[in-house]
């Protein structure tokens, strides 16, 4: 536990809200960070909500930084710590995957871009204001490593080789049963024209460095082992049991998430 009398005790102090982007319907894109963040100073951003129908990533980073707040997380915190909760929030309040244009931003990043996606990628690399918000900032800010959240995969999956110590960090935080819903993928089908494919293997910085970029993917039913394959059904599965019970799923997934994220947050990537 933090020791009030050596760190800040008023949240305010070090938690700052600043809008990085605006979306298709002039909803605000917000950034919460511990420090403010400046150009190849570090720090990790923290991303839910690309999807906007996928509400738990969204709670989860907004439970994390309350913790972050309230146990006055100083020791995570040397390095900015930054966190979109809700990236899509047109999306969010359509209750729905993509943007209010009809794209899925995840697969409008310019990297490995192909307009014949399965989900629909826009009409070219871009195209969508919340994709340029989080590229420009991306850029801009050169984070250190990005953590974005999704669902219902059940996996901790990193791009690019940079981003593979990062997810093993995050994977060795946890316990043998809080590891249960997930599993560690270390290579596989990069998805075209991502967040991970864009950062993991296109995205270079001024000084030649890439972000260490992981894909949390949350798990379709935190109460059981992640099957391999997983089953068809396994999104109306989650789908489900969030309408039944958000405040159970959130229960069970939180603690196991809280801890990748603070190992994220800890990890020290130019050590690698
Ligand atoms: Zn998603």
């Not at 009030?4 to 979306?23: A, E, M």
């Not at 990236?87 to 409008?108: I, M, Q, T, Y």
């Not at 950062?199 to 082992?225: N, R, S």
């Not at 603690?255 to 994220?261: D, E, G």
């Amino acid at each position: 536990m933090a020791d009030l009398s050596t760190s800040n005790t008023s949240p305010n102090r070090w938690l700052f809200t600043r809008q990085i982007g605006t979306s298709r319907e002039n909803r605000p894109i917000l950034l919460h960070e511990t420090a403010p963040f400046k150009a190849a100073s570090g720090g990790t951003l923290l991303i839910g909500g690309v999807h906007g129908d996928e509400r738990a990533t969204i709670h989860l980073l907004l439970s994390f930084q309350d913790r972050l707040l309230r146990e006055n997380r100083v020791d995570l915190a040397t390095l900015p710590i930054g966190i979109i909760p809700l990236a899509n929030p047109d999306g969010f309040v359509k209750k729905s995957r993509v943007n209010a244009a009809g794209v899925d931003l995840n697969r409008n990043f310019d990297a490995g871009w192909s307009p014949k996606g399965e989900e629909p990628p826009g009409p070219e690399p871009w195209s969508e204001p919340e994709t340029r918000a989080l590229r420009d900032f991306i850029e801009y800010q050169r984070p250190h490593k990005i953590i974005a959240l999704h669902w219902a995969l059940g996996e901790v999956d990193p791009d690019g080789a940079q981003s593979l110590p990062l997810a093993r960090a995050m994977w060795d935080a946890l316990s043998p049963s809080d590891r249960a819903p997930y599993r560690l993928r270390e290579g596989g089908n990069p998805c075209p024209g991502s967040l991970g494919q864009w950062c993991g293997k296109a995205l270079h910085y001024p000084d030649g460095t890439a972000p260490a970029i992981v894909t949390l993917e949350l798990p379709f039913d935190p109460a059981i082992p992640r099957p391999d394959p997983l089953p068809a059904n396994h999104l109306e599965h989650l789908e489900r049991h969030w309408q039944n019970d958000a405040q159970a799923y959130l229960a069970a997934t939180q603690r196991a998430v809280h801890k990748m994220l603070a190992a994220a947050c800890r990890f020290n990537a130019s050590k690698g």
